[in-house]
């Protein structure tokens, strides 16, 4: 099975900063990875899908890049709404693979 | 617009079974795969089982195989998951999710989500 490591595992941020998460995989999954983002209480909703496509209705402060087995997620300019956890999540195969999560909070 | 609303959940002892509904409205729901996933209190998200857009393909995480079963009714709009021999670690929070992609695609990923139904396993 592939394993996605996520990181940082929290962050601490000020508004108005650029905000990098990262995701790395086990092995070669091409472009086939998703980030989500999930307030406390709250059910996750996807961002951004295929490495790079945002989502019908994000902002476009959010973005993501990479293929193979490097993937970024970046928030350019974060606003207070924005804190939440964050995951990415692979598909291979038929077999679906979240990260650990980054929690995402306001210095 | 898209409505994914679960039912079932509930405080169940470990060995006993469980069945969760999933009721769709605002799409197409025979064109669509389904997913369902867990999240245990306080921890990330895991995948649990996907079913494809006419039913007659199903997947499973290797934590459920052979315990739990996926199914849909669509002219219900109804989506299923049949849980058998309970553990205490599947407590969790049950969401049912729709792919993205549609119908011949494979299944990719989760782009809506019901508001999830919590299992509880114990004694």
């Known amino acids: 099975d592939i394993q996605m490591t996520q990181s940082p595992s929290s962050l601490s941020a000020s508004v108005g900063d650029r905000v990098t998460i990262t995701c790395q995989a086990s092995?070669?999954?091409?472009?086939?990875l998703n980030w989500y983002q999930q307030k406390p209480g709250k059910a996750p909703k996807l961002l951004i899908y295929?490495?790079?496509n945002l989502e019908t209705g994000v902002p476009s402060r959010f973005s993501g890049s990479g293929s193979g087995t490097d993937f970024t997620f970046t928030i350019s300019s974060l606003q207070p709404e924005d804190i939440a956890t964050y995951y990415c999540?692979?598909?291979?195969?038929?077999?679906?693979?979240f990260g650990q999560g980054t929690k995402l909070e306001i210095k | 617009q898209v409505q994914l609303v679960e039912s079932g959940g509930g405080v169940v002892q470990p060995g006993r079974s469980l069945r969760l509904s999933c009721a769709a409205s605002?799409?197409?729901?025979?064109?669509?795969?389904m997913h369902w996933v867990r999240q245990a209190p306080g921890k990330g998200l895991e995948w649990v089982a996907v079913?494809?857009?006419?039913?007659?393909?199903?997947y499973y995480a290797d934590s459920v195989k052979g315990r739990f079963t996926i199914s849909r009714d669509n002219s219900k709009n109804t989506l299923y998951l049949q849980m058998n021999s309970l553990r205490a670690e599947d407590t969790a929070v049950y969401y049912c999710?729709?792919?993205?992609?549609?119908?011949?695609?494979?299944?990719?990923?989760?782009?809506?989500w019901g508001q999830g139904t919590l299992v509880t396993v114990s004694s």
């Open positions: 079913i494809s857009y006419d039913g007659s393909n199903k």
């Open positions: 092995q070669d999954i091409s472009n086939y």
């Open positions: 999710a729709k792919d993205r992609r549609p119908k011949d695609m494979t299944p990719s990923n989760f782009q809506h």
């Open positions: 999540q692979q598909y291979d195969n038929l077999q679906y693979t």
């Open positions: 605002g799409f197409t729901f025979s064109s669509y795969g």
């Open positions: 295929d490495a790079s």
